[in-house]
């Protein structure tokens, strides 16, 4: 198969599971926002949940700002 090929399926696979999460998040009401602070903020049906110093979090792996919600 030529590299055409090939990049052209994976993109429509792409597109394909694109199209399948907004539907999932759409019935769920999901929303993420991120702040200029680098801080995430994600909405959904249920609630909203700040995710405080997540950056910082993930690059140490510690716990010590793991969201509460």
């Known amino acids: 198969m030529s590299e055409e090929k090939l990049a052209e399926k994976k ?37 909203v949940c700040k995710l405080e110093d997540l950056p910082t979090a993930i690059r140490r792996r510690t716990r010590d700002t793991t969201p509460s919600c």
């Not at 999460?21 to 993420?32: A, F, N, S, T």
């Open 11 to 47: 993109r429509a696979a792409e597109v394909e599971r694109a199209a399948r999460y907004g539907e999932l998040y759409q019935m769920l009401g999901l929303k993420v926002v991120v702040r200029p602070d680098e801080g995430l903020e994600a909405s959904w049906g249920g609630g």
